[in-house]
């Protein structure tokens, strides 16, 4: 951390153009791709801005390479963020919405509208995990299987919690802050042929064929992100690499999941088929308790459990650094305050 490989430099303190960064950057990059299985035709990209920018750097990258002067793509709808990412590119383009995940109120079941893909869109977007709502689109296949267009996935919360088969994938990008580091890092994963079709009023710094020449170069990189996203990524590898990640997280998610049905106390209303593994959103059915119960959570050492905003109630997230010892915590102390009540 404060002198790497006893260079007394930190990594914090690198330029990015030594040798000693460009190593750090080489090994993430090549760890990230053993553990994903990543094939030699996508790169890799580490690039800024979060999963927000990339909502704005996909069509700019994309949106227009089938007909320039009609640019079209399809986006399946199923929360917050695959919403946000429909309206920033509508700005750049027709934005069809051609699948929904319809909740008829925040936490309702889901009902599922058949797809209608556009013949000449550019690429079809999906969020594999809406951290808002917890919903998770776990086959991505059924949606390869329905369209010949690239499948461009945000995987901003559950990357390396399951593995991806890249030949049904366009792009794939993630903000390194839920499953992969800390905030600052971007990881864009591209397929080859998908580069060099950039707007030409795309900003440089994000026409990925420009981070690609220049092995995510062009600008700065966010140094201390890769560093801390390679310690993770080598993290994840030497303890059973993504297939455990996923075992892991369903084990978890299972755990709590079970503790909300067999309760009468506590209830999560999303379709069985598309709940998350990585963000559990609950509520009380007698809302009054709900100001006690988060009370006496942070007093047994459960923080962070309010659920967003938009829906309220409670939300427990399961990304691959909380140990199952958490869930079993949070299991029991639900139970207890249920007894309670």
Not at 291 to 311: D, P, Y
């Amino acid at each position: 951390m404060l002198s790497y490989q006893e260079s007394g430099i930190g990594p914090m303190e690198m330029s990015h153009r030594t040798d000693l960064f460009l190593e750090i950057m080489d090994s993430a990059r090549e760890t990230l791709r053993e553990l994903l299985e990543i094939p030699q035709s996508h790169d890799i990209l580490f690039m800024q801005g979060g999963g927000i920018a990339q909502n704005a750097i996909v069509p700019l990258n994309l949106m227009g390479h089938r007909n320039p002067s009609n640019p079209v793509a399809d986006f399946v709808v199923s929360g917050t963020w695959s919403r946000k990412t429909e309206t920033e590119a509508s700005k750049y383009g027709k934005a069809n919405r051609s699948f929904e995940l319809v909740a008829r109120s925040p936490l309702e079941h889901l009902n599922v509208v058949p797809e209608l893909f556009s013949e000449n869109a550019s690429y079809v977007h999906v969020c594999s995990n809406e951290t808002i709502e917890g919903v998770e689109i776990r086959n991505l296949a059924q949606f390869a299987r329905s369209t010949p267009h690239p499948i461009v996935v945000d995987a901003s919360s559950n990357m390396l919690s399951t593995p991806v088969d890249f030949s049904q994938v366009g792009v794939l990008y993630a903000g390194a802050q839920k499953n992969a580091g800390i905030a600052g890092l971007t990881i864009v994963v591209v397929r080859k042929d998908l580069m060099g079709h950039a707007h030409p009023f795309c900003p440089s710094a994000f026409d990925w064929r420009l981070v690609s020449e220049h092995c995510s170069m062009y600008n700065t990189p966010p140094t201390y992100g890769i560093y801390i996203a390679g310690l993770v990524f080598r993290w994840i590898r030497d303890n059973g690499g993504v297939v455990a990640m996923e075992r892991q997280s369903f084990l978890k998610s299972s755990a709590l999941y079970d503790c909300i049905d067999r309760s009468a106390l506590f209830a999560n209303h999303i379709d069985p088929s598309y709940r998350s593994r990585i963000n559990v959103p609950f509520h009380l059915e007698d809302r009054s308790l709900e100001g006690r119960f988060l009370e006496q959570a942070e007093i047994a050492g459960l923080v962070h459990l309010k659920g967003h905003k938009s829906t309220g109630g409670f939300r427990a997230s399961l990304y691959n650094a909380m140990p199952s010892e958490g869930v079993t915590a949070l299991v029991e102390f639900m139970r207890e305050f249920e007894r309670k009540a």
